[in-house]
């Protein structure tokens, strides 16, 4: 047998294991509990490599096929749609060319560093990403606008009274059991404020998450996005993360979304799906813990301690030398089953 082939096997075996939508495979599985000791930067900057490695962007078109086919079908005939409810499919089999009652709704906008009208070409890898881009009905689409995402009603009573912070804010709100015809309560103009209905405001927090540790501007057709209080228009001179960020939000909001509103089965498999189209996971499904070392609490990024930088990466790092060292045994092995 040639010397070659032990190797090529061997690294073949590698590449697929860490190729695969498998989250055991994409993830250090002790990183989890060695992440809460480290420092947020250090720990988002991890999770932008493995959000990276395996994404391959699909097309807008594809994007919006895909959504209907699998990511996002309700049923044979239906559609999930973000802020509640369901629509008619319109996209995929028998259902195309009928009248679409959804369109696809950035939940991170366009406007803010995502798509077209903040810089980027139509095949942009943060326009077509799938872990935000998901079926809206086309009116709330619209109300919704480019507002960040708050919690502007009466919380935690949420039963559509405006919150006094936010005097004035348009209802009817969605309260624990129904939406009203514009879906949410929106507050404000330049931007303003949007919430979603409760069953879907973990997610909607997850996915941004996603994006902010996703895209940092290092990319060609990227910016920098992060999260923030107030919403900001970036981009502006330099390069990469010389660029002025683009800020969307509330964190806070999205923080206390994501800690009230545990990861469902839905959005494992919504997960899960996503991973078989484009190749990449959203870390902040799989484990839920990281949002606080990356974005709260030991995550902060004044509080974010990189002396330490690589610690992280220790089994990992030992995984990679004992395979190397792997590799040259069975290389030492077959040169000398060559010779003899």
């Known amino acids: 047998m040639s010397p070659i082939l032990p190797v090529f096997l ?4 590698l590449s697929t294991a860490y190729a695969t939508c498998d989250p055991a495979a994409l993830y250090d599985p002790t990183y989890a509990a060695d992440a809460a000791g480290k420092g947020g930067v250090e720990v988002s900057r991890w999770l932008h490599l493995r959000t990276s490695a395996f994404h391959e962007p699909v097309s807008y078109t594809a994007a919006w096929n895909a959504l209907e086919a699998s990511i996002d079908s309700h049923n044979a005939s239906h559609v999930r749609v973000i802020y509640g409810g369901t629509a008619p499919k319109c996209r995929t089999g028998a259902y195309y060319g009928l009248e679409c009652a959804w369109n696809r709704e950035h939940l991170w906008p366009q406007s803010y560093g995502v798509g077209e009208s903040s810089g980027l070409t139509a095949a942009a890898a943060p326009r077509t990403d799938l872990h935000a881009l998901v079926p809206s009905l086309k009116a709330l689409n619209s109300a919704r606008s480019n507002r960040a995402f708050a919690q502007i009603t009466d919380w935690p009573n949420d039963d559509g009274r405006c919150g006094p912070k936010y005097v004035g804010c348009e209802t009817p709100a969605c309260t624990k059991t129904t939406c009203g015809v514009k879906g949410t309560a929106q507050w404000g103009t330049d931007p303003g404020f949007w919430t979603p209905p409760a069953m879907y405001r973990g997610f909607i927090a997850r996915a941004l998450f996603y994006m902010a540790v996703r895209y940092d501007g290092d990319e060609p057709n990227t910016f920098n996005l992060t999260l923030g209080e107030t919403p900001a ?4 001179g330099g390069r990469g993360l010389e660029k002025a960020p683009y800020v969307f939000g509330a964190l806070s909001h999205l923080l206390r979304w994501h800690d009230d509103h545990p990861v469902e089965a839905w959005e494992r498999a919504r997960n899960d799906a996503v991973c078989a189209v484009q190749g990449n996971r959203n ?3 799989d484990k839920p813990e990281l949002a606080a070392v990356v974005f709260g609490g030991v995550g902060t990024a004044a509080e974010a301690d ?9 089994t990992w790092t030992w995984s990679l030398v004992t395979g190397l060292a792997v590799m040259w045994a ?3 092995f077959g040169m000398f089953r060559w010779f003899v």
């Open 10 to 13: 061997l690294i073949a075996s």
């Open 233 to 236: 228009k970036g981009g502006g």
């Open 283 to 285: 870390p902040f499904t």
């Open 306 to 314: 990189t002396s330490d930088a690589g610690k992280g990466f220790d």
């Open 330 to 332: 069975l290389y030492i």
